[in-house]
């Protein structure tokens, strides 16, 4: 609606008003619970805010500069981007799995599928634990089944990528269930009439299935991958619980690495430093998902 | 024809093969933590099988004496009332959004969205110093409004794509109908929009539920959430198993029949998203 | 007696006029139908009139009294949707009840408008379903049962048959035809098809790019086409329109005569032409006729069974008294 | 810019600040944060004692170490006082004193409390002629080893380090590992048990601690000698996943009977030895940690309790300091609670107190006297920038016995870190 039919006080202006009254309230809160801790963060990353060292109250991009230098870092976005494409991956794939398999279990045995939900129930500081717990050898149930045959299960969290490995797993156990709920909600989107008019076309199932299915989940399989490669981005539980970073910073993913600048070394500044970089990933891959959603919005 | 009928089997098998591992991945921790809770602690570094009888009751009676029960409340609280804020300003917004003729409304989406993904440890301690100044630190009310941050770009943004999906005709023809905006909106939009506002409640009370790092930097002993609680069984000089055990259980149950029963308006409300 | 008039309505969206200054007259009691084809505005207009959009510029009167800037509630309208827009949480009963509620009428006289409603409308046995349950044409009765029980000063149909299938549509034309009949209440009707334009009017209002076209009976824009445009939106089959040494013949830029109005021979006419395709419904038999220095294929209509080959050689001569004459700018040329 | 940004910040922390409140509690009323183990537990459950006597009422909030930490940081600095009473785990308290988080207790704890405190302890509270702390808890290094499996290898109890090595090599089988030790990163956990190989071989972390000059000497050869045998005993002679076993897996990897020895602090030896928890606790003997040429140097951690400077409520707090250190409270938690750490010098004089952990083990309170004799009170430097030192080196010392670098590169890039966070 252009501004000249606003000005006018139509017959639609009233509701148009209505429209926007309505969103005043979330407006406000945005603002106040939001915008301002956010331009707080800003401010505080152009700033050398530092608990013990002492602050000066001096603003400029010292935090961004020394960023450029730091191996750490360097280190840590490696380890955030070997949890997010590894922990995707698996949660797109065996959510995808899970939900194909799923549609074709029929009557009550559907009941089962509340089995596959539970997981993403499960607080993450208890997936956390749980998952510590049985990635400690000398409580785990895995490794005492597997001694039973002698086998001796290695260690995974004194190792870089047993490490990584082992918050991929409980990340995955946790988020497979998201991805299973769309793409299931994408298959009942799909018509059954153009699987078996492919299967009628002599299409084998792996044809029909890449050349079929596969094109009109796609939208959803991306929906799921941003969401989750963003959510992966905040990566702190697991990391907190499971390994604190370790074996040596082999886990400190980039969200850990500004927790740990910010509480543990006390460099609040360059804690928020880090956290606006990760706020622009998080803004780029943002608008990215907003420009494929504008068309569900618009 | 013999043939196609044995690569039909193999594959059923295979499939069934496959889901059964998958089950097992999915339920393995479940049970674990199901043997794990019911473990005598003299007991719990030894295989179930060695002591298959060192089974106690005693795990659940320690955890209701600790301080973790009032934890469980105090989650309760912050998340029921923050998911109700939430709501209450979230879905007319969304409403707004999705029926008002506006221009920026890609923006309002993608700040939505960036809001709902930005990491809070750049938030927090903005907040905290806020918090500090205004005495909101160890506040059910301070809690409360950093949640919003997490459940208010939620809601919004999801009740936004749900109230998309209502046809804008049936706001006019309640409008035609001489209803205000306000009863277009309780009595036609908000019903017809039903599943995807309780899907999108309980996503919202899942992500403040599931919070540990505002609770574990805002809150003291007074409104300690539950996830915060669970890590005070890591003590200086060991790790209570049990307690943990018990206490993953009991931050799971209340979540459980609100997925089983919002499961089925979860996926509506997504498949309308995703079909889009 | 004067309801609805537009007087100089605009209608912009941004920077882009979609119905240029318009003036539309529509009187108490009047069945109009805006007809034009798609994209041609009708819709907006409807809404415009309806108050889903504000008008730019102009001034809108119901009953005399200025309603441009009035609430689309308060102007005593009701509106049938293309998509129906029946509330799908309620059963027809509430669907039905809704406006009354609104417009808080005492329980006892909803209850029986919505009985009314329902027997008028064969309903009575479908009250408690929820419109999921219904079928396309029980659909489009529940909207109208919703409109009717307001006793609005006019009705607005946006286009409401065109979801259902042809037989149907035919049995619903009837049925809003009956309706005016029994309530005489002004109606004003969208629709691109020009056959229920011809059946439902009073008058009819041929709408092109925003702008009205014509205005007037079924009949009048039958046989008085005020230009090219609504002479062939205007019947069906379409007008045969002549143009070049054909139509200069009859001091006119281009010449147009309906199918009815040629006579077709096997023996001699005033044009020569080769039989095409031909169509025979019984009744009457439709034939295609390439003329020779005519490019359009002509369409002649022969009573009863006329049997012709593809390929033969027929002559056909237009009645001259019921020849459309059109000048360069395809404005009707009076003699 | 600079102008926008402070005056973004400044809206940001100061929006609300006409709403401040003065108090967050009554003033009868302490909060007191604390994290879990034996003291503070026995402490919590003994608060109504406290608010018997005094008619204060002390909310003691116990929790996680983790959460401990992050919750003070931004407390102290935002000064939020909600907090009267803190734990002070000593290492980490010159940090605290020198960005002005604590305030002194000095003037408001007696002689006659302070008399009764171990001097050692007290001392490393002790900074400028102040008193900013009271210890509550001290625990050495100790070793506990079993005696049946010893006999089984011919073997004596190791005197040195290098003693280890070889009679670590004579147990371990297929089945049977000799030793587990912390090696999880963090200045309290393997900076805790590393510094004692470290020491017995003569290394040290700075150029002359005592003198003054705090040259990073992480990289030194007799470090690197240490830090291999550490890597060796680990990795050689440990239990599957001894690299990153923090004090619970080594607790339970000797409850389990998994390993002959366990070279620990005295809260987890003392619950290895005893029948209560471990079923080879009649088997198991104690002894002091192993040392090496330049002698032996158990490791020491020191707990305390301090006021934060943005506390308001400091009288109040004093008073439940010096209770909760008062012989009459910790006995009644060295008897309810397994806690043999206690530094107040006349429960030692309490026969029931004595008698309890003779019981346990009857070597295990002259074998910890022994060892709190031999501990120096900077074995882990009493320096502001320690706990963040003492992250980074614990992260590569972790490195180094996973593999991830090698022992020379894990010092290295250790020193290369503290030079950095030094400032040099």
Known sequence: MTAQAQLRKGATYQLQRGYRLMMVPALLAVAIFAIVPLAGMFALSFSDYHLIRGTNWEFGFHNFAKMLADKRLMNSIYVMAALSVLGVAAQVLIGSAVAVGLQKITGRWRVGRILFLLPYAVPHVAVALIWLSLFTPTLSPINAFFDVFGITVPAMLTSQWGAIFAIVVADTWTNFPFAMLIIMAALQGISPDLEEAAAIDGASRIRTFIHITLPLLAPALLMVTLFRFIDSLKHFPMIFVMTKGGPGRSTQATNFYAYVQTFQSSNVAYGAAIAVMLFLMAALISFYVAKLNQRVTS | ?276 | MRHIELKGVQKDFDKTTVIPPLDLEIAKGEFVVFVGPSGCGKSTLLRLIAGLEDVTKGILEIDGVDATDTAPGKRGLAMVFQSYALYPHLTVAQNIAFPMRMAKIPRDEQQRRITNAAAALNLTDYLDRRPKQLSGGQRQRVAIGRAIVREPSAFLFDEPLSNLDAALRVGMRLEISELHKRLKTTMIYVTHDQVEAMTLADKIVVLNAGAIEQVGSPLELYDTPCNLFVAKFIGSPMMNIIVGQHAAVFHAASVGVRPEHLTISKSSGTWTGVAGLSEHLGSDTYIRVDVEGIDETMTVRAQGKFNVNRGETVYISPEVENLHRFNEAGLRVVS | MKHLLSTALAASIALSTPFATTSVHAADEINVLMFGMPFTNGLRDLADDFEAETGIKANIDVVGQDVFESRIALSFTGGTGDIDVVHTPVIQVQRWIQAGWLQPLTDQVSEETTSDILAGPLGAYTVDGEQWALPFFAGVGLMSYRKDLLEAAGAEVPETWEDMLSVAEKITTKDQAAIAMRAAPGQGFNMFIFPMVMRAYGGTFFTDYEGGDFTPSINSPENLEALNVYVKLINDYGPAGAGNFNFAEVNAAAQNGQIAFAVEGTGIISQIVDPANSRFADVTGIALPPGGPAGRSPAIGVHGMGIPASATNSDAAAQFIEWAVSAETVSKIALAQSFPDFTTASVADNPEVVAKYASIHPDFLSTRVAALDLAIGHYRPLIPEWPTLGQAIGESVNAAINGLISPEEALEQAEADMRDILGQ
């Open chain 2, 1 to 276: 024809m013999i043939d196609n009928s044995r690569q039909f089997h193999n594959r059923r098998r295979f499939g069934l093969a496959m889901m059964i591992t998958l089950l097992v991945f999915a339920a393995l921790p479940t049970v674990w933590v199901l043997v794990l809770s019911f473990r005598a602690p003299v007991a719990i570094f030894e295989p179930i099988w060695e002591s298959p009888t060192a089974l106690t009751l005693q795990n659940f009676y320690k955890i209701t004496r600790s301080d973790f029960p009032a934890a469980l409340l105090n989650s309760f609280i912050t998340a029921g009332l923050s998911t109700t804020f939430a709501m209450l300003v979230g879905v007319p917004a969304g409403f707004a959004l999705a029926k008002a003729r506006l221009s920026g409304k890609f923006i309002a989406s993608w700040v939505l969205l960036l809001l709902r993904m930005a990491p809070p440890v750049g938030f927090v301690i903005p907040l905290f110093l806020l918090y500090a100044n205004s005495g909101l630190i160890d506040t059910y009310l301070g809690l409360v409004f950093a949640y919003m941050t997490l459940t208010l770009p939620l809601v919004t943004w999801s009740m936004w794509n749900s109230f998309a999906q209502v046809p804008d005709e049936l706001i006019e023809a309640a409008i035609m109908d001489d209803a205000s905006l306000a009863k277009a909106f309780f009595l036609i939009a908000l019903p017809a929009a039903r599943p995807g506002a309780v899907a999108a409640a309980i996503l919202a009370f899942l992500v403040a539920w599931n919070d540990f790092f505002y609770a574990l930097i805002i809150t003291r002993s007074g409104t300690t959430t539950a996830p915060v609680a669970v890590m005070n069984f890591i003590s200086y000089d060991s790790v209570d198993w049990a307690s943990i055990a018990v206490a993953s259980i009991a931050l799971t149950l209340p979540i459980l029949p609100l997925m089983a029963l919002a499961n089925r308006y979860i996926v509506q409300s997504l498949s309308g998203a995703v079909k889009g």
